[in-house]
């Protein structure tokens, strides 16, 4: 077939008899005018078939480019082709190399990347429709052995075997869209995911995600297309919705455009069915479980691990690093299962940082040596220098110790908190061990009036749980109402997660809970409510929750909200201070800020505290009336001294006081 024979066939199969060139020409004789744009819009109608008609004929790139522009000088037009022509072939051998390439970059899961490979197959053996989802996997299994990187790796592998024109994995965090009020924010992404050229998107946290986004999910993976409840324009790239039946370009379904969906999870499927029903996982074929790392493969990690250590160091630092065996033995070390490779990666990033300080500090540093000897040390140039890369948890806990032991009175409170946390290294070692371990509320309710120690014990609540590896990041982040209900609706669920976003890894301690709920026709409020009891239970292990109230009012508002109540098997009572606890408290505050306070104004400073305490108001202050009197008393020493210089600067004397005025 000569080249003449080969452009008229391909004009005649890409166009059809419906739509062929010469009808086109004979019965538009306007639209030839303009025949460029016209030639353009069916192009791109037919890309589909320009893909099927390469495989058919088996073109390269330099025949399709010369047919190109053969039609373009006989035709004297110019054809916006699609950018790439995806030329690879779907073959066994194909994806038997994916699976060889995929299980030597993901370690460990051979059994887990065969399946996934095959998984990817599937679709180019039983056939699919390119309008829907081409396929959906469900890949579950631990942190750290490796799911997201079989995901990315596979991105990369599709492309550079000609199977996809994108490497790209579009990640679609489904924790974003808690509430129905989050519906264009969350059309607006998944749009964006369905209508680019990445071929995967990887969907996660959708244990988090509101059930009407969660559904609809599920109905691209049943149907392969979802119908929108609501007609919708792209505009400047924005979804928006159609206001009259009349707007162009109308989109009222998502279509799954050839994607595959990977679902991640640590759930099971038995229990991500939970989520989306029995139709959804009975429709999925491909479920991909990796599985903890062996030894073998553990080995194997560390000294990949090692080996791109030492490559950073050269390259990056130009340092050519040596690691002792002893450097792999120290991480095994500090391996645990359940976090896999995930327990190990961020002492390897540690290391390097460290490196880059020495790195920085010495010009003439060229070779060095690791190794780990009661620390991480590295040796170069006749000098032997410690790494700062142990975390300094057991400094931390004893000074969280000190500060508890400083803190007056609140004798229940600490205990209570020092038993929490021997049950937390306890399951830490049964964990370790590999026994069962008990499940551990670690949400609580301070009850009490105001001043009573409730945010400096929250604090440090925060603080020890870090310490003890509860929490990743141990800040409070306090809150009120205020800063959880919305003003309007469709604005309450956004603010709440917002700040329960920013609470994430630490303690979210809420003052005043009790106004949260201000009775049944309090909508926004209930809202909030409804947010946060589902926060903590999708983050239950990065998130403790204290909400803090007077006693009366935090035990009527738990009676209205059993949700909430079951939720919070912690409640602790701090009671009010009494009168010898505030003087001492009022010695405490006085040194914190370099002064003293007189003996003889000990005694009185306390009969004065014992009297406020016995009227039993509430509003009495407790702590913060000690702070408020060591204050003033600060400011009457000023005015003092300034008549009589000659007195001492830190001593606050009985005349400072001014008690019997309070």
Same mark, same amino acid.
């Given at each position: 077939m000569n080249r003449h024979e080969e452009k008229e066939k391909m004009m005649d199969e890409l166009f059809s008899k419906k739509r062929s060139f010469s009808n086109i020409y004979n019965d538009s004789v306007d639209i030839l005018k303009d025949t460029e744009s016209e030639l353009n819009r069916i192009l791109a109608q037919n890309q589909k078939d320009i893909e099927e008609l390469t495989k058919k004929f088996n073109y390269s790139d330099d025949d399709l480019k010369r047919l190109k522009a053969d039609i373009e000088k006989d035709f004297n037009i110019s054809i916006d082709t699609p950018e790439t022509v995806v030329l690879g072939k779907?073959?066994?051998?194909?994806?038997?190399?994916?699976?060889?390439?995929?299980?030597?970059?993901?370690?460990?899961?051979?059994?887990?990347?065969?399946?996934?490979?095959?998984?990817?197959?599937?679709?180019?053996?039983?056939?699919?429709?390119?309008?829907?989802?081409?396929?959906?996997?469900?890949?579950?299994?631990?942190?750290?052995?490796?799911?997201?990187?079989?995901?990315?790796?596979?991105?990369?592998?599709?492309?550079?075997?000609?199977?996809?024109?994108?490497?790209?994995?579009?990640?679609?965090?489904?924790?974003?869209?808690?509430s129905t009020s989050q519906e264009v924010l969350f059309l607006q992404d998944i749009y964006v995911a369905l209508s680019g050229k990445n071929p995967i998107i990887l969907i996660e946290k959708f244990e988090e995600a509101s059930p009407v986004f969660n559904r609809m999910l599920a109905?691209?993976?049943?149907?392969?297309?979802?119908?929108?409840?609501?007609?919708?324009?792209?505009?400047?790239?924005?979804?928006?919705?159609?206001?009259?039946?009349?707007?162009?370009?109308?989109?009222?379904?998502?279509?799954?455009?050839?994607?595959?969906?990977?679902?991640?999870?640590?759930?099971?499927?038995?229990?991500?069915?939970?989520?989306?029903?029995?139709?959804?996982?009975?429709?999925?074929?491909?479920?991909?479980?990796?599985?903890?790392?062996?030894?073998?493969?553990?080995?194997?990690?560390?000294?990949?691990?090692?080996?791109?250590?030492?490559?950073?160091?050269?390259?990056?630092?130009?340092?050519?690093?040596?690691?002792?065996?002893?450097?792999?033995?120290?991480?095994?070390?500090?391996?645990?299962?359940?976090?896999?490779?995930?327990?190990?990666?961020?002492?390897?990033?540690?290391?390097?940082?460290?490196?880059?300080?020495?790195?920085?500090?010495?010009?003439?540093?060229?070779?060095?040596?690791?190794?780990?000897?009661?620390?991480?040390?590295?040796?170069?140039?006749?000098?032997?220098m410690d790494l700062d890369v142990i975390d300094d948890a057991k400094a931390e806990r004893e000074e969280i110790q000190k500060e508890l032991d400083d803190i007056v009175g609140l004798d229940f409170v600490k205990n209570y908190l020092l038993s929490l946390e021997n049950l937390i290294k306890i399951n830490q070692i049964r964990k370790q061990?590999?026994?069962?371990?008990?499940?551990?509320?670690?949400?609580?309710?301070?009850?009490?009036?105001?001043?009573?120690?409730?945010?400096?014990?929250?604090?440090?609540?925060?603080?020890?749980?870090?310490a003890c590896g509860i929490l990743k990041q141990g800040q409070l982040v306090e809150v009120t109402r205020a800063d959880l209900v919305g003003k309007y609706v469709g604005h309450t669920a956004p603010l709440t997660m917002s700040v329960i976003q920013s609470a994430l890894g630490g303690v979210l301690f809420i003052d005043e809970a009790y106004s949260l709920y201000r009775g049944k026709d309090d909508s926004f409020g209930l809202e909030a409510i409804d947010t946060l009891v589902k926060a903590m239970e999708d983050h239950r292990d990065d998130l403790i929750v204290i909400l803090a109230g007077y006693t009366k009012e935090m035990k009527e508002f738990l009676e209205a909200n059993s949700g909430l109540k079951s939720r919070f098997a912690n409640i602790i009572e701090f009671s009010d201070y009494t009168g010898e606890e505030l003087m001492l408290i009022a010695k405490s505050i006085a040194k914190g800020k370099?002064?003293?306070?007189?003996?003889?104004?000990?005694?009185?400073?306390?009969?004065?505290?014992?009297?406020?305490?016995?009227?039993?108001?509430?509003?009495?202050?407790?702590?913060?009336?000690?702070?408020?009197?060591?204050?003033?008393?600060?400011?009457?020493?000023?005015?003092?001294?300034?008549?009589?210089?000659?007195?001492?600067? +830190?001593?606050?004397?009985?005349?400072?006081? +001014?008690?019997g005025e309070k």
């Amino acid at each position: 077939m000569n080249r003449h024979e080969e452009k008229e066939k391909m004009m005649d199969e890409l166009f059809s008899k419906k739509r062929s060139f010469s009808n086109i020409y004979n019965d538009s004789v306007d639209i030839l005018k303009d025949t460029e744009s016209e030639l353009n819009r069916i192009l791109a109608q037919n890309q589909k078939d320009i893909e099927e008609l390469t495989k058919k004929f088996n073109y390269s790139d330099d025949d399709l480019k010369r047919l190109k522009a053969d039609i373009e000088k006989d035709f004297n037009i110019s054809i916006d082709t699609p950018e790439t022509v995806v030329l690879g072939k779907a073959s066994k051998e194909v994806f038997d190399n994916i699976y060889k390439d995929l299980s030597d970059k993901v370690i460990g899961q051979d059994e887990a990347c065969k399946a996934f490979t095959t998984a990817f197959r599937r679709p180019y053996v039983i056939g699919s429709d390119p309008k829907k989802i081409r396929n959906s996997i469900i890949l579950y299994g631990s942190n750290g052995t490796g799911r997201y990187q079989m995901v990315t790796e596979m991105g990369q592998l599709l492309k550079q075997y000609g199977l996809s024109v994108s490497s790209e994995v579009y990640v679609l965090d489904m924790s974003r869209y808690q509430s129905t009020s989050q519906e264009v924010l969350f059309l607006q992404d998944i749009y964006v995911a369905l209508s680019g050229k990445n071929p995967i998107i990887l969907i996660e946290k959708f244990e988090e995600a509101s059930p009407v986004f969660n559904r609809m999910l599920a109905e691209l993976v049943l149907e392969g297309t979802c119908v929108l409840s609501k007609r919708y324009t792209l505009k400047n790239n924005q979804l928006i919705e159609a206001t009259t039946t009349l707007s162009g370009d109308v989109i009222d379904r998502l279509n799954g455009n050839d994607k595959i969906l990977v679902f991640v999870s640590e759930k099971n499927p038995t229990k991500i069915m939970d989520i989306f029903g029995k139709s959804f996982i009975d429709k999925i074929d491909d479920k991909v479980q990796t599985k903890k790392l062996d030894e073998e493969a553990l080995r194997l990690i560390i000294d990949q691990l090692v080996e791109s250590l030492e490559s950073r160091c050269k390259n990056q630092l130009e340092i050519d690093l040596k690691a002792d065996k002893s450097i792999h033995e120290y991480l095994h070390s500090i391996y645990e299962p359940n976090d896999g490779k995930d327990s190990i990666s961020p002492m390897v990033q540690k290391i390097y940082n460290e490196m880059v300080d020495v790195a920085l500090k010495y010009d003439d540093l060229n070779s060095a040596q690791l190794r780990y000897e009661e620390g991480v040390k590295v040796s170069f140039n006749d000098l032997t220098m410690d790494l700062d890369v142990i975390d300094d948890a057991k400094a931390e806990r004893e000074e969280i110790q000190k500060e508890l032991d400083d803190i007056v009175g609140l004798d229940f409170v600490k205990n209570y908190l020092l038993s929490l946390e021997n049950l937390i290294k306890i399951n830490q070692i049964r964990k370790q061990k590999g026994l069962k371990t008990n499940e551990i509320s670690k949400h609580m309710i301070f009850t009490g009036n105001p001043g009573t120690g409730k945010t400096t014990i929250a604090r440090l609540v925060s603080r020890m749980m870090k310490a003890c590896g509860i929490l990743k990041q141990g800040q409070l982040v306090e809150v009120t109402r205020a800063d959880l209900v919305g003003k309007y609706v469709g604005h309450t669920a956004p603010l709440t997660m917002s700040v329960i976003q920013s609470a994430l890894g630490g303690v979210l301690f809420i003052d005043e809970a009790y106004s949260l709920y201000r009775g049944k026709d309090d909508s926004f409020g209930l809202e909030a409510i409804d947010t946060l009891v589902k926060a903590m239970e999708d983050h239950r292990d990065d998130l403790i929750v204290i909400l803090a109230g007077y006693t009366k009012e935090m035990k009527e508002f738990l009676e209205a909200n059993s949700g909430l109540k079951s939720r919070f098997a912690n409640i602790i009572e701090f009671s009010d201070y009494t009168g010898e606890e505030l003087m001492l408290i009022a010695k405490s505050i006085a040194k914190g800020k370099d002064y003293v306070i007189a003996d003889d104004v000990l005694r009185p400073l306390q009969d004065y505290f014992t009297l406020i305490q016995a009227k039993g108001d509430p509003n009495s202050g407790n702590g913060r009336l000690a702070r408020n009197l060591v204050e003033d008393a600060i400011l009457n020493q000023s005015k003092r001294l300034l008549e009589h210089p000659d007195e001492q600067m +830190n001593m606050l004397e009985r005349v400072d006081f +001014n008690l019997g005025e309070k």
